[in-house]
């Protein structure tokens, strides 16, 4: 029998291993490519292979907002707020969630708490112009709108009339009539 010198063996082994980690790794990808199907899976698969991550458990959170399922979402972004407290956007989704439920004064202390971090975040003017307006809150609604809006009054009521519009396709006439209550008060502030 005849054996192989060292470095025929050597290299037999080296092309092997580079073999079997080559297939190994094409084989990851392959399996990888499907977290990529769309924003939903992409977001709740980096969440479950990166658990301490901030970003992606903040990101699952969000999702979990856009479908209306506010019970997993709270808990994705309680989880993102203990790894990092100060990520503005996990607080901020955390306020949306909250405001969803009904809490209204929890979601105030998020938004709040978000413009503490990052004093001139626009999702955060915005989310509390809705939340007091949900509230019935108009006068602070404006207020928080017109941040939103960099002070434009003018813009202010074309925003407004775009969300009364919306909420009248919607079939939404208790909305329509909320936001016609922050339009009336604008109106007013632009004849003075």
Known sequence: MKTLPNSKILKLF???????????????????????????????????????????????G????????????????????????????????????????????KAEEQFLKTLKILPNYAGAFENLGLLYLDWQKYPEAKKWLLKFLNDDKILLQQYLQIKIDQALLDNNQILADQWLKVVQQVAEDLKN
């Open 62 to 105: 969000a999702i979990y907002i856009l479908e209306g399922d506010y019970e997993r979402a709270e808990k994705e972004l309680l989880v993102a707020n203990q790894i990092y407290p100060y990520y503005p956007h996990a607080i901020n989704n955390l306020g949306l969630v909250y405001r969803h439920q009904g809490k209204f004064e």
């Open 14 to 60: 080296v092309l092997s291993l580079f073999s079997i980690l080559f297939i190994f790794y094409i084989f990851q990808t392959w399996q990888r490519n499907y977290d990529w199907k769309d924003q939903k899976t992409l977001f709740l698969a980096a969440a479950k292979s990166s658990p301490s991550s901030v970003l992606s458990r903040s990101n699952a």
